[in-house]
C-alpha cells in the first residue's frame, strides 16, 4: 500500500505561482511513476505532468514551459511547480502513484486561479 497526501493548493492570481507537493509513505519502493493530475469543473480528470523511476518527466501540452515536475527521493516527495497560472489552470490537483500493478491517488488539493 502506498498513502499521498497532497498540499499546498490555494487562491492566487493570474500569473502567479505555486508549488504543490506530494508526500508519499508505505510501500515506496514498488512505485515506478508519480504524477499529478488535475479535475476541472464539469470536465475529465487529465494528466499534468509525470516523473518515472531513472528520471524522465512528462509534461501535458498545455502547461509545457510553465509547470515542473521534481522528486526528492529523501523525502519521499514529489513537487509540482507551477508557474505563470492561467484561469484554465483552475482545478483539483490531484497526486498519482503507479506501481504497474496498482495505481495509488492521493485525496486532492484545490487551486483556484482567480483575480
Known amino acids: 500500500q502506498v498513502q499521498l497526501v497532497e498540499s499546498g493548493g490555494d487562491l492566487v492570481q493570474p500569473g502567479g505561482s505555486l508549488r504543490l507537493s506530494c508526500a508519499a509513505s508505505g510501500s515506496i519502493s514498488s512505485i515506478n511513476v508519480m504524477g499529478w493530475y488535475r479535475q476541472a469543473p464539469g470536465k475529465e480528470r487529465e494528466l499534468v505532468a509525470a516523473?518515472?523511476?531513472?528520471?524522465?518527466?512528462n509534461y501535458a501540452e498545455s502547461v509545457k514551459g510553465r509547470f515542473t515536475i521534481s522528486r526528492a527521493n529523501a523525502k519521499n516527495t514529489v513537487y509540482l511547480q507551477m508557474n505563470s497560472l492561467k484561469r484554465d489552470d483552475t482545478a483539483v490537483y490531484y497526486c498519482?502513484?503507479?506501481?504497474?500493478?496498482?495505481?495509488?491517488w492521493g485525496k486532492g488539493t484545490l487551486v483556484t486561479v482567480s483575480a
Open positions: 516523473t518515472f523511476k531513472y528520471g524522465s518527466t
Open positions: 498519482d502513484a503507479n506501481s504497474g500493478l496498482m495505481t495509488y
